[in-house]
Structure formats: C-alpha cells, structure tokens
C-alpha cells in the first residue's frame, strides 16, 4: 500500500501514573478514502490485478421475503461510497410493464424501493442513476457491474435487447469490450461483465453454476472471457459454512488473480438445508474474513460478501500496492 494508506505513526506519551512513569504506545494508521481508493491506483494497472470488494445481490435490502433473500442492508450509493466496485446485479423481465423493462429479482423475489408492503419495484435504470451520479462525483473510480439473467422462464434475447437499450441510454458511461481494461481506461465509467450464457457483449463472466452442496477438491472453476484471458471462480453458494469458508480461504491462498485472469471469490452462501438465511451465515462468516490476515501487496481479485460493510471494504482495499 502506498504510503500515503500506509504510513504509521507512532506517538509515545509519557505520563505519571500512581508515582510511578508509564509510557503509552499509540499507534494510528491513516485511513482509506473509501470513496475514491482508486485514485492512489496507478493508471497502468489492469482492474484484474486490483484487489476489488464486491457485494453479492447488490440490490436485495429490500426483498420479499427477507428472510430467505436478502443479503443486503445498505443501498447502492452506501455500497459504493464504503468501497465497492463490483456490483452483482440480477434481472429480470416485469411482464406487467408495457413496453416490458428489466426489474431487480433474486431467485423467486423481486427488489423494491423501499421496506413496505406498498414500496415499488426496483427497475434497473434507478439502480444505474446512482451508479451514474456516484461516478460523476467520484470520476477517479470505476464500477464492475456484472448482470445476470436470472429467472430461468425468461428469454435471454429479450433481456439482452432490453438491457442494451438501458445501457445505449448513457452510453458513455460503459465500457463494453470483452477484454480485460486497464484502469486508466475506465475511470469515470461503469464495466459491463456480462452473465449471460450466449455472450453479446462486455466482458464474458458467463460461468457455469456451482450449485453442489458436497465438498470437491478444488472449488473454483476456470472459463474464458476471450481466447487469452480467463476467469476464476469460486461460487459454491450451497455449501454449509464449514465448506464455504475451505472455499473461500482455498480460493485466497492459490489465487490467480493477474493481468490475464480475473479471479471472483464468493463469501456468500445460502447454504446446504432446506431454509436459507444469509444474514445468519454472513455474520459468521464476515466476523472469520475480519479475524484472518491477508498478506499486503497481493491481488485477491474480486472478493464478494453478503452483508457487506466499511470495514470488509477498507481490509480489502488495503491489500493493493
């Protein structure tokens, strides 16, 4: 970390306590900028080679029913302000809408506006409005937002052809190549990564689903974004905490996370029973995450949490040279 994150100072306070001389050690290190961290970040460096926190769900705080789908508390301009810059981003086709639009759902749930019964349904172009009006603000970071199609009984052509019509919206906003960019390049924009299974454009994150609840010997899977970089990534979101947490630690000590390889790494998991409940899983697994020391200078590439906070945000941020 450079210096300006690293710096330590060191204040030695002496002072008489009881009679009798004590000297007090104080040390405090400065703090992450979380809202523009990218700024100490060299213009050269490819985003695969920068340790990125990511939320997964991005827009679940407000799901029905929360018990079983929420992985969020904070909104997307909390999210970003503490740090985040890959948003997880699940649409789906609203029926009900003429012409038809792209809502926020995750699984059998859609995301709303707000905590009520009566709220509206959240749209992607709301969610993109604050992505938008972050990056204005902050024009030295950039934001990773991967969508997925991800209702199984929806046409994935049609989502394709609603999304790219969202996005020609504001077209100078994004960043659509499927190739790997360099940070200099994207600075101010959003990143598309792209989940759809028949690529169009964006970077290609299409992976195939980790949906097993039984343990494997190595739990990330490697694709391809383009036919020379690739894609690392651990999603095993059925396994129980014991499993996912192997996973995850596996995952961070043989990550591949370089100029050519973009590597993800899920946190979150609903778990192997019957009942999922991620706010339960992530406050276990979070607290581990916190407690595990990360060596400084080494990309972990995208690291994704539930429940994500300022302080999952800062530990990973600070990992970056």
């Not at 523009?36 to 926190?53: G, R, T, Y």
């Not at 974004?225 to 894609?231: C, E, F």
């Not at 192997?272 to 400084?296: C, V």
């Amino acid at each position: 970390m450079r210096e300006t994150w690293k710096r330590v100072m060191v204040l030695v306070l002496t002072l008489a306590m009881m009679g009798a001389n004590t000297t007090i050690l104080v040390q405090a290190e400065d703090s992450v900028e979380t809202a523009d961290w990218m700024a100490e970040i060299s213009d050269e460096i490819p985003l695969s080679s920068i340790s990125i926190p990511g939320t997964h769900d991005s827009c679940s705080r407000f799901i029905f029913p929360g018990y079983f789908l929420q992985c969020q508390n904070e909104g997307i301009t909390t999210q970003l302000e503490n740090g985040y810059r890959y948003l997880d981003i699940r649409v789906g086709l609203d029926e009900g809408q003429d012409p038809k639009k792209l809502k926020l759902i995750h699984a059998f749930g859609t995301c709303r506006n707000e905590k009520s019964w009566f709220s509206g349904t959240l749209y992607l172009e709301s969610v993109l409005d604050e992505v938008y009006a972050f990056l204005e603000e902050h024009p030295t970071e950039t934001v990773i937002v991967c969508v997925k199609p991800e209702s199984e009984g929806d046409d994935q052509t049609e989502v394709w052809g609603l999304l790219e019509d969202v996005l020609s919206n504001n077209s100078k906003m994004w960043y659509m190549d499927n190739a790997i960019p360099h940070l200099g390049d994207v600075r101010g924009r959003c990143v598309l990564a792209s989940r759809f299974e028949e690529h169009q454009k964006g970077m290609n994150f299409y992976w195939k689903d980790q949906n097993n609840d039984y343990a494997v010997d190595i739990p990330y899977a490697v694709s391809m974004i383009n036919t020379g970089q690739r894609l690392w990534v651990q999603d095993r979101y059925k396994y129980n905490m014991e499993l996912k947490w192997d996973a995850f630690v596996d995952d961070l000590e043989n990550c591949q996370a370089d100029t050519d390889t973009f590597s993800i790494n899920f946190l979150s998991t609903s778990g192997s029973g019957a009942w999922s409940h991620p706010a339960r899983y992530a406050e276990i697994l979070n607290q581990k995450f916190m407690e595990y020391e990360l060596s400084e200078d080494t990309c972990y590439g995208i690291l994704v949490f539930d429940y994500s906070d300022e302080a999952i945000a800062r530990k990973v941020i600070a990992t970056n040279q």
